[in-house]
């Protein structure tokens, strides 16, 4: 990967998948998998310029599939968020999300989770981008904190159901880690919905060319991943968290404009696989088991 300005303490991955989201605008074609048009005004309140790499290489085998990546996973979400009946969003790893600001809903409250310091520099961004601040704040470090005590600090109603993103996050987690977070999640007493990502085995060169690239970088700030999971695997541990309703899609599953004849070059990654799991009554009729 191009080195890239980070201005600290904001992540090198959470910069990277928004610069990632914000060029797919600029340098893809539609149909866009993704529309993020707020990343791009954070990037720009931080002075960082990470997007420019993949405007001078739009067609870098690389920076292509981190777009895909990117761009896959915050429209998965997206779409299960909003055609979920829970009023509690609560997104894990927040880093630089920009769903509370591209989707304002009366009634609807929105968690961001992340480490304090994370928290404290976007918080910064939204401000001097002059956007609208619909976010509840939670400061934890998701390898150690419990989540539901803090959620409940910050307001959350354990009565109520929530639906839950973890985007980029569950590879920063070792496997106990994962399977920890995923029994806190399925143990809201309102029941909850998640959608998250997860990397898979490295099992082809595209994959190896992405681990040696992307996860070069991220380690180098400080970010190593620490866990693979397959589908099934990743399956078993939300079925053994406690989760009823469990399916696990691919990239081309979860968005399917990638299966189009695309001219821009973009297609179906190898590298991360997403589940959508849900327990309690919220999920009942809204989660197909595979």
Known sequence: MPEMLLAPPFPRSAVMAAAA???????????????DEVAARLLDADGTEPIGYHLALPDNPLLRAVRVEATCRARLADDVVLTCPARQVVVLGAGLDTFAHRHPRSGTD????????AQRA???????????????Y?????????????LRAAGADPAASLVVTAL???????RDAVADLLAQVAGWPGGAELVADHLLPADDEAARQ??????????DGGEAWRSRLTGSQMAAL???????????????EAVPDLLRRRADGLRPGTTSGFVHAGVGPTSEGTVSGR
Do not use: I
Request: aromatic residues 6%; charged residues 25%; negative net charge.
């Open 238 to 252: 939300c079925r053994e968290a406690g989760f009823t309703q469990v399916r696990t899609l691919r990239p081309e």
């Open 138 to 150: 939670v400061p934890a470090d998701l390898s150690r904190d419990s989540l539901a005590p803090a």
């Open 168 to 174: 980029g996050l569950t590879m920063y987690l070792d």
């Open 110 to 117: 929105v968690y961001e989770v992340d480490l304090p310091s």
């Open 21 to 35: 989201r914000a060029a797919h605008l600029l340098v893809d074609r539609p149909p866009y998998l993704h529309v």
């Open 122 to 136: 976007k918080q910064a961004a939204v401000a001097r981008a002059e956007l609208d601040s619909p976010v509840r």
């Open 210 to 219: 992405y681990t040696a690239g992307v996860g070069s970088a991220v380690a």
